[in-house]
């Protein structure tokens, strides 16, 4: 082997130099670059070589979206676990157990916040909490966040990335689709805007209920939209589906999302179009 080789590992595009510990570094999804861990925040978790938007955390995203200290947390009431008593390979509540070690009680946020100035309430699913599920605490954040918005009488953000229905909670998970529908109605009849942005994935039961009800609909590019997975409608319907199904820029071109934005233009997108639904609420 030559110098080269030791220095290029074959099939990598980037030089790593030896020694380098190999966790440091993330491999693009989208086109198969190595990203170094470290630069990753700055760029907001975007590819530098070829635009792909990698998942990313919920808190980091918060941050950027949001005001400087602005935001403040709203207090949703715990739900029992594991009312099923539920155990496929591993206990529901051992899987709860080890989706907690990192602090977080379940797979949502819900604050208050301000963009721009205008202030709002955002709901936020946490796709590193058991994939976003949608649990009955999911179901009840999302219930309390568009309380609070009605009572606060400002606007409602929901931020999706989620795999659906929490399968540890059967036929109550799904029961959630009903409630979750039922807050954000009583939201737009009291006149009051919800906005949606749809990263990657947002997918089952959450699509079909109250991520695909805002007045205005963001996604992320590429981030992937849908009900069942492109693989099971494929296996359904016997046919090879057109490229780029259900990802955002597809339900862009179909009419099922009104905007795809990158992620560094989204907190300003986000602040004119506050800037213009406030402004009618004002008028009201």
Same mark, same amino acid.
């Given at each position: 082997?030559?110098?080269?080789?030791?220095?290029?590992?074959?099939?990598?595009?980037?030089?790593?130099?030896?020694?380098?510990?190999?966790?440091?570094?993330?491999?693009?999804?989208?086109?198969?670059?190595?990203?170094?861990?470290? %630069?990753?925040?700055?760029?907001?978790?975007?590819?530098?070589?070829?635009?792909?938007?990698?998942?990313?955390?919920?808190? !980091?995203?918060?941050?950027?979206?949001?005001? =400087?200290?602005?935001?403040?947390?709203?207090?949703?009431?715990?739900?029992?676990?594991?009312?099923?008593?539920?155990?496929?390979?591993?206990?529901?509540?051992?899987?709860?157990?080890?989706?907690?070690?990192?602090?977080?009680?379940?797979?949502?946020?819900?604050?208050?916040?301000?963009?721009?100035?205008?202030?709002?309430?955002?709901? !936020?699913?946490?796709?590193?909490?058991?994939?976003?599920?949608?649990?009955?605490?999911?179901?009840?954040?999302?219930?309390?966040?568009?309380?609070?918005?009605?009572? %606060?009488?400002?606007?409602?953000?929901?931020?999706? =990335?989620?795999?659906? !229905?929490? /399968?540890?909670?059967?036929?109550?998970?799904? /029961?959630?689709?009903?409630?979750?529908?039922?807050?954000?109605?009583?939201?737009?009849?009291?006149?009051?805007?919800?906005? *949606?942005?749809?990263?990657?994935?947002?997918?089952?039961?959450?699509? !079909?209920?109250?991520?695909?009800?805002?007045?205005?609909?963001? =996604?992320?590019?590429?981030?992937?939209?849908?009900?069942?997975?492109?693989?099971?409608?494929?296996? *359904?319907?016997?046919?090879?589906?057109?490229?780029?199904?259900?990802?955002?820029?597809?339900?862009?071109?179909?009419? /099922?999302?009104?905007?795809?934005?990158?992620?560094?233009?989204?907190?300003?997108?986000?602040?004119?179009?506050? =800037?213009?639904?406030?402004?009618?609420?004002?008028?009201?």
């Amino acid at each position: 082997m030559n110098w080269l080789t030791d220095l290029v590992k074959p099939g990598l595009k980037t030089t790593v130099k030896r020694g380098v510990s190999a966790d440091i570094w993330e491999k693009c999804p989208g086109c198969g670059e190595l990203l170094y861990e470290a %630069d990753l925040p700055q760029s907001l978790y975007v590819c530098g070589a070829c635009g792909h938007h990698l998942r990313w955390g919920i808190d !980091a995203r918060l941050a950027h979206l949001l005001d =400087a200290k602005s935001m403040k947390a709203v207090e949703v009431p715990e739900i029992a676990d594991d009312p099923l008593g539920f155990r496929d390979r591993k206990k529901y509540k051992d899987r709860l157990k080890d989706a907690r070690k990192g602090g977080v009680r379940d797979a949502f946020r819900v604050v208050r916040g301000a963009v721009e100035g205008h202030p709002l309430v955002v709901v !936020a699913l946490d796709f590193d909490f058991m994939a976003g599920s949608m649990s009955r605490a999911v179901g009840q954040a999302v219930v309390v966040a568009a309380q609070t918005a009605l009572a %606060d009488k400002v606007p409602l953000l929901c931020i999706t =990335a989620s795999g659906g !229905a929490r /399968m540890q909670e059967g036929t109550l998970s799904l /029961m959630q689709m009903a409630r979750t529908t039922a807050a954000i109605v009583a939201l737009k009849e009291a006149g009051l805007p919800y906005l *949606t942005l749809l990263c990657d994935p947002t997918t089952g039961g959450v699509t !079909a209920s109250f991520a695909m009800q805002g007045d205005v609909h963001m =996604a992320e590019p590429g981030a992937l939209i849908g009900f069942a997975g492109p693989r099971v409608i494929e296996q *359904t319907i016997r046919q090879t589906l057109p490229e780029g199904f259900q990802r955002a820029e597809y339900l862009l071109e179909h009419g /099922m999302v009104d905007m795809v934005v990158p992620r560094k233009e989204q907190r300003d997108v986000l602040g004119r179009l506050l =800037a213009v639904v406030v402004s009618g609420i004002n008028r009201r």
